[in-house]
């Protein structure tokens, strides 16, 4: 039973480009979250999907930042334009239907922006 | 109000011993609050869960006290093992799907 998958593991973008983080869910999951991890801090919530849907994107930055969950594939987390400040770690974690509590992360895409 | 804070922020323990890593939050809504695990390089990992109905909880070597007036929890250890060295982050939830950690404890076991 596959775990949450993220790719691509690592991503180096110049200043300016697009960067895009994908998540596959885990099977029999239709609940997805992408969190923040910035050095030696803690996790940020930035957005919650359901197939379709953004249910809480309270965490997003108002600029740049999108997140999607189409009925087929994965979900995309894209960044327009990258700042310095964006590289982190964006983790992606997913969860069954009507069990928002538990979720289980990705391994997580390291983005550097140069 | 949405603020998770969890100390300390470092814990060096002999093996064997008993490292505890507390939590407080404000918002007596929370519901849920689990504990994750995070080795290096890699995404965080459920390590255990309680909600306020009980004030404690028990899998394996892991253990959650809780303290529901005092709005406190806390992770206990124990028998720990070098293998358990890692970075731990309490969380709490509503219901909403929004997981809120605290900043983190890194956590040495020493051989």
């Known amino acids: 039973n596959a775990g949450v998958m993220q790719n691509p593991r690592h991503l180096v973008r110049r200043r300016g480009q697009e960067a895009r983080l994908r998540c596959s869910p885990m099977k029999g999951h239709s609940h997805v979250y992408w969190y923040r991890q910035l050095p030696e801090e803690g996790l940020k919530f930035m957005v919650y999907l359901q197939k379709e849907n953004i249910i809480d994107e309270s965490g997003m930055p108002k600029e740049r930042f999108s997140a999607e969950f189409p009925k087929e594939g994965p979900s995309i987390l894209r960044i327009q334009q990258v700042v310095r400040g964006d590289s982190a770690a964006y983790f992606c974690?997913?969860?069954?239907?009507?069990?928002?509590?538990?979720?289980?992360f990705g391994p997580g895409t390291r983005l550097t922006v140069t | 109000q949405q603020q998770v804070k969890q100390s300390p922020q470092s814990l060096i323990v002999q093996k064997g011993g008993i490292p505890i890593i507390n939590c407080a939050y404000e918002n007596t809504a929370f519901d849920y609050f689990p504990w994750y695990q995070q080795f290096p390089g890699k995404g965080p990992a459920l390590l255990i869960a309680?909600?306020?109905?009980?004030s404690e909880k028990k899998e394996g070597r892991f253990t959650i006290s809780f303290n529901k007036s005092a709005k406190q929890f806390s992770l206990h250890i124990m028998d720990s093992q070098p293998g358990d060295s890692a970075t731990y982050f309490c969380?709490?939830?509503?219901?909403?799907?929004?997981?809120?950690f605290g900043q983190g404890t890194t956590l040495q076991v020493k051989p």
């Open positions: 309680i909600r306020p109905d009980v």
């Open positions: 974690a997913s969860s069954p239907a009507g069990q928002n509590y538990e979720q289980y």
């Open positions: 969380a709490a939830s509503r219901n909403t799907g929004k997981l809120i």
